[in-house]
C-alpha cells in the first residue's frame, strides 16, 4: 500500500475498541483491521516511524479519520 494523506480532523473515540488486523499497518501506511465484522482501512496514531503492527496482531481502536480508523498496537494502550 502506498502512503496517503487526508482532509478529515482527527475525531478521538470517547472509549477505545479492539480489532485485530487484516494487512500490515507501518508509518505512513494504511492496512486494513476487523472491527466488528467488517473490514476498515486504518493507519497508526501519533507514532514513530519502527512501529509495524503485523497481520493478525491485536490493535486498540482510538479515533477514525473519515472512514479510516486510527489505531495503536494493543501493547501501547
Do not use: C, N
Not at 473515540?13 to 485485530?20: D, E, Q, R, T, W
Not at 488486523?21 to 497508526?44: C, E, M, N, Q, S
Not at 501519533?46 to 480508523?69: K, M, R
Request: proline share 8%.
Amino acid at each position: 500500500m502506498s502512503s496517503f494523506s487526508s482532509s478529515f480532523s482527527p475525531q478521538l473515540l470517547s472509549k477505545p475498541a479492539h480489532g485485530i488486523t487484516d494487512r500490515p499497518i507501518a508509518y505512513g501506511h494504511a492496512g486494513r483491521v476487523k472491527y466488528r465484522g467488517t473490514y476498515w482501512f486504518a493507519k497508526l496514531y501519533e507514532s514513530d516511524q519502527s512501529v509495524v503492527i503485523p497481520t493478525g496482531a491485536p490493535v486498540t481502536i482510538i479515533g477514525v479519520e473519515g472512514i479510516t480508523l486510527l489505531v495503536v498496537p494493543a501493547s501501547a494502550f
